[in-house]
């Protein structure tokens, strides 16, 4: 009933930059985190930033200063901009959105890849 399209990654020299951007579309919620994971090769997903319904924001410890997670006017859009990336942030990154404990819905994640 839910669907997260994620976009914008891609192939970046170290300190460089993207936006990530994920796209709901389906069911809507009054209240709800969305949220970006990431999940490199032979490690596990773990979480990257939060933003909640109401504006709150959250980062990993390894990404604080470097990346911003915002939403569109409409809220149907997650961004993440991510600059001074380094070959550390190589991972696919997913979008997830939780409406409760019990319901989270994942989008299909979109690669990045920081390398000389």
């Known amino acids: 009933q839910v669907q997260l399209v994620e976009s914008g990654g891609g192939l970046v020299q170290p300190g460089g930059s993207l936006n990530l951007s994920c796209t709901a579309s389906g069911n809507t919620f009054s209240a709800y985190v969305m949220a970006w994971y990431r999940q490199a090769p032979g490690k596990q997903r773990e979480l990257v930033a939060y933003i909640t319904s109401s504006g709150t924001t959250n980062y990993a410890d390894f990404v604080k200063g470097r990346f911003t997670i915002s939403k569109d006017n409409d809220k149907d859009t997650v961004h993440l901009q991510m600059n001074s990336l380094k070959p550390e942030d190589t991972a696919v990154y997913y979008c997830?959105?939780?409406?409760?404990?019990?319901?989270?819905?994942w989008g299909q994640g979109t690669q990045v890849t920081v390398s000389s």
């Open positions: 997830a959105l939780a409406p409760s404990y019990t319901q989270v819905f």
